[in-house]
């Protein structure tokens, strides 16, 4: 906090002309107390057997590290060669994007088809607003 902060409140607590609620200053002692009470419920809260959970948890999400890293290491295949001649593996290239553009083609013709009838759909909405 600053300075003139707590200026002002050390100036608004001596005021006496400021009418303070019948009942307040229980009510704020016994706020401060419960939040206290809190405080040190959450600090203390390290009980044994809290204690022995964390650990227990821990260890166990060691485990499944060490064993999904095992897993992941014991199953790891380095990838196999399909072809053997470059040739083959061209023409088989060659053949899998003939195939994409053929459907692309027919993807772009539907689309050009269906762009055309939004299109005059649109133009009907325009003349009749």
């Known amino acids: 906090m600053k300075r003139t902060d707590i200026e002002m409140m050390e ?3 001596s005021d006496d002309s400021i009418e303070v609620p ?7 002692s016994e706020m401060i107390d419960s939040m206290d009470a809190a405080e040190k419920i959450v600090t203390s809260g390290k009980s ?3 204690r022995t959970a964390t650990w227990i948890m821990s260890v166990a999400a060691g485990l499944l590290l060490l ?7 014991h199953t790891f295949r380095t990838p196999e060669d399909t072809f053997t001649d470059p040739e083959e593996a061209y023409a088989a290239v060659e053949k ?5 553009s053929g459907k692309m083609s027919g993807g772009a013709a539907s689309a050009r088809q269906a762009e055309e009838t939004v299109s005059r759909h649109t133009e009907v909405i325009r003349s009749l607003y």
């Not at 019948?22 to 704020?28: I, M, P, Q, T, V």
Request: aromatic share 4%; glycine share 12%.
């Open 11 to 13: 100036n608004a607590a």
């Open 22 to 28: 019948r009942g307040f200053r229980k009510e704020l």
């Open 48 to 50: 044994r057997a809290m």
């Open 67 to 73: 064993i999904g890293t095992g897993l992941t290491i």
């Open 96 to 100: 899998a994007l003939t195939e994409i």
